[in-house]
Nanobody
Framework: QVQLVESGGGLEQAGGSLRLSCAAS????????MAWFRQAPGKEREFVAA????????NYADSVKGRFTISRDNAKRTVDLQMNSLKPEDTAEYYC????????????????WGQGTQVTVSS
């Protein structure tokens, strides 16, 4: 079992930055692939970024590439999402997710989810 708790969401102006954090408990953290997804009102949940178990491999959605950075600290059991140059279209509920296999861009492949944290970007 894995328990995930997100923090760090909020309201930010376009062009600003926010940092999300996800703390994990339960299973040994270094055995878990971690990802961030987001879901805007009326839209499907979409992949944002993911990091491999070691942190040596990362994937980003094209919409956030070059602006967002995912990182993990296996000693602290945390995964962060640094979001820079925010745009109004980044407004969504952001979710931390975990799976025991490798990186996947499909939300259905992740069995563990946090409760979500809201990010709102004003224009």
């Amino acid at each position: 079992q894995v328990q995930l708790v997100e923090s760090g969401g909020g309201l930010e102006q376009a062009g600003g930055s926010l940092r999300l954090s996800c703390a994990a408990s339960g299973r040994t953290f270094s055995t878990i692939t971690m990802a961030w997804f987001r879901q805007a009102p009326g839209k499907e949940r979409e992949f944002v970024a993911a990091t491999s178990r070691s942190g040596g491999s990362t994937n980003y959605a094209d919409s956030v590439k070059g602006r967002f950075t995912i990182s993990r600290d296996n000693a602290k059991r945390t995964v962060d999402l640094q979001m820079n140059s925010l745009k109004p279209e980044d407004t969504a509920e952001y979710y931390c997710a975990a799976r025991f296999q490798g990186i996947s861009w499909y939300s259905s492949d992740y069995g563990y989810w946090g409760q979500g944290t809201q990010v709102t970007v004003s224009s």
